[in-house]
């Protein structure tokens, strides 16, 4: 049998060779290379760059030097350009948000990579409210291009922060540190707090656990924040041995987890033991009984969306979390916070109910969410009309079979496959499991997002 994959990789490494020997490829063409980008590690690995001061050689954005967000959203996007492989590679995945972009910013019909992975503003002409959003481990502020739309037509500005280590490759993983994540969240927290009457903070994932890690550190907080939405946010992860990353990290030479093919423009797909370890040391600082009774938690009201099969993070934890910030505000505040739940309600903390609003969407027959398994991590920013990741999009995630080449394969071609999130039961049927990157609530999702807005924040005459 190895000796089978063996030569089926040989063959597929000729196919890819001579494709791309045929001219430039697209972010749609290369998914068909896989096979040969996981074996070559083409696109792992982030350019060299000499670490100066000027734009065509900066290597990293400094934090401690910025004089405004949008000075930040230059050099980051000068960062993504002079260090990303596939920076200038075209990509023909036109999202609202980038038609938004290329208008404000005169960029051609068609993205480059470098623009779809990029932070980004959309501003409104005036100064009333914004939110900031934060996105998880491995990925970019891609992942909140079709929630960014809601949020401007509510009549915010939006503003994304892309976290350093990420939008470029996997290998600038290698040496990131949670403090580096920790100044930048800060930089962008205080920027928008500076320059807005009222601020919401988003998180997906790791941008969760660091907007709790900046508010628990505060004594007390900017009255403008008026709400946090969290998705998915990192609390525990859901493996038992992910606190031994930090430890396998230290072993010279032993520096990855997963090996993939890395095609996914907009999130990482190998994986380093030191984003395990890092995330680990985020997560510790927000979540456990003696952290808690040493940090602070405020009356700012919550909106979270989880799934209870989550196999990325710990749910329980994540809920436990929830009901303990909760449990720091006053009833009349209690009220205004929401859980949106993918999972069965009677698994919820007893004393959840009491504390917050708690909503589990209902399945009908005819609806898009009949053919989905269960609700995975990565999915719960994304709209099924996702041209990346939705329902049409041509993407598919099958890195949990990276390990078994007939399974992946079929993963990433078999017509009949079945979505969900890859638990183990999931993993078990006949038919491969494509793991869901796209929300099939995603519309009910947005309208529960309008009743917590009204909920929170100050009209104008208020």
């Not at 032993?254 to 033991?273: G, H, M, N, Q, T």
């Not at 205004?336 to 309600?345: A, F, P, R, T």
């Amino acid at each position: 049998m190895q000796n089978a994959n063996k030569y089926m990789f040989l063959l597929l490494w000729l196919v890819s060779t001579l494709s791309f020997a045929q001219g430039q490829q697209d972010c749609l063409t290369i998914q068909g290379d896989y096979v040969f980008l996981i074996e070559s590690g083409k696109y792992r690995f982030s350019n060299e760059v000499a670490n100066e001061t000027s734009a065509k050689s900066l290597a990293a954005v400094n934090f401690k030097n910025l004089p405004s967000y949008q000075q930040y959203l230059a050099d980051a996007y000068q960062v993504i350009s002079n260090k990303n492989p596939r920076a200038n590679m075209p990509c023909p995945i036109i999202t609202d948000t980038y038609q938004q972009l290329a208008k404000q910013n005169q960029w051609s019909k068609t993205p480059t990579i470098s623009q779809l992975v990029a932070p980004f503003e959309l501003t409104q002409d005036n100064n009333d409210k914004a939110i900031l959003l934060i996105h998880g481990l491995t990925d970019s502020p891609f992942s909140f291009h079709d929630l960014s739309q809601y949020f401007y037509q509510q009549g915010f500005t939006v503003r994304t922060l892309l976290l350093p280590g990420h939008g470029i490759a996997p290998s600038e993983l290698l040496n990131t540190d949670y403090e580096a994540w920790q100044q930048a969240a800060k930089f962008s927290i205080e920027e928008t707090l500076s320059d807005y009457q009222q601020v919401y903070l988003g998180g997906l994932s790791t941008g969760g656990a660091l907007i709790f890690d900046y508010l628990m550190q505060q004594k007390h907080v900017d009255e403008k924040i008026k709400g946090l939405f969290m998705w998915s946010p990192a609390s525990k992860a859901k493996s038992d041995l992910a606190w031994l990353a930090q430890y396998i990290d230290a072993i010279p030479f032993v520096d990855w987890i997963d090996l993939d093919a890395d095609i996914d423009f907009a999130k990482y797909e190998s994986f380093p033991f030191n984003a395990g370890a890092q995330v680990h040391a985020i997560m510790s600082l927000v979540v456990g009984s003696e952290v808690l009774a040493s940090r602070q938690l405020h009356n700012i009201p919550l909106f979270v969306v989880a799934s209870e099969h989550d196999q990325t993070i710990d749910t329980e934890h994540t809920l436990q979390l929830v009901q303990e910030w909760q449990l720091a505000s006053p009833k009349e505040q209690m009220k205004k916070s929401m859980l949106i739940y993918y999972g069965d309600e009677k698994k919820l903390p007893t004393k959840l109910t009491d504390v917050m609003a708690v909503i589990v969407p209902e399945c009908s027959v005819e609806s898009l969410c009949s053919d989905i398994f269960d609700v995975s991590h990565i999915a719960t920013t994304n709209s099924p009309d996702n041209p990346h990741y939705g329902v049409k999009g041509q993407y598919r995630n099958c890195g949990h079979y990276v390990k078994d080449v007939e399974r992946y394969q079929a993963c990433k071609q078999n017509k009949q496959v079945i979505k969900g999130e890859v638990t183990e039961m999931n993993l078990t049927h006949d038919l491969p499991i494509q793991r869901l990157t796209y929300n099939p609530y995603y519309q009910e999702m947005l309208g529960e997002m309008t009743t917590f807005l009204k909920a929170t924040q100050l009209s104008v005459s208020d």
